[in-house]
């Protein structure tokens, strides 16, 4: 026995019975459903920070940063899951390396900006980001914990203390090749910035 199917029309396929296009796109968002993400997220990939430092603060975002309370509860023997860099006794852990250690205020205090003590990590972002008020905000919060983690390395892994001095050299020298990344109809506005940032 033949089974003849007829094609009078050719189908059409719906998602969740509406006459929208059909997608698979769709279909994944509609099985994942939708998550409102905070607008910072957003803003690391739309910068013109060089990708690993763009990683670096999602991963600070995240929380999955190799600070010593992380590296911790992934069961790994640490002498001390103090932060070597103050002698406060607190446990290194993403609020404290950035925020609340005196030398990170510190390096923030160089260009006049202020944390928030009892802030998260993303409170911290918008009061930076209302702070700077200018569009190259993320480029200098970026920057900034950027040169904060690259002197908490080279104290652990070189012996080699960072002074403030150093910090700030560092920051301005990674500015300078950020520059290279901008668009063109942006350079003259970042060259600004950084000439406005190194006044200060």
């Known amino acids: 026995m033949e089974t ?6 050719p189908d059409v396929w719906t998602l ?8 698979s796109a769709k279909v ?45 509860s992934k069961n790994m023997h640490l002498d001390s899951t103090n932060y070597e860099w103050c002698n406060t006794g607190s446990e290194e852990t993403s ?29 911290n972002f918008s009061a930076f980001k209302i702070q700077l008020d200018s569009q190259f905000f993320m480029e200098t919060i970026i920057l900034i914990r950027w ?3 690259t002197a908490k390395n080279e104290l652990i892994f070189r012996n080699n203390q960072m002074n403030l001095s150093d910090c700030r050299t560092s ?5 300078k090749l950020i520059g290279l990344r901008v668009k063109d109809n942006l350079s003259f ?4 910035w950084i000439e406005s940032l190194e006044l200060i």
């Open 4 to 9: 003849t199917v007829m094609r009078e029309e």
């Open 16 to 23: 969740n019975g509406r006459s929208t296009k059909f997608s």
């Open 28 to 72: 994944y968002r509609t099985l994942i459903g939708h998550q409102a993400t905070e607008p910072v997220f957003r803003w690391i990939w739309k910068n013109f920070c060089q990708p690993k430092q763009k990683v670096f603060i999602w991963l600070l975002l995240k929380d999955k940063l190799s600070t010593r309370n992380i590296l911790r």
């Open 95 to 123: 609020e404290h390396l950035f925020f609340h250690c005196p030398f990170a205020q510190a390096c923030w205090g160089m260009f006049n900006l202020e944390t928030i003590q009892d802030g998260t990590v993303l409170e």
């Open 147 to 149: 040169v904060i983690w």
């Open 171 to 175: 920051f301005f020298k990674e500015g």
């Open 189 to 192: 506005l970042f060259d600004q």
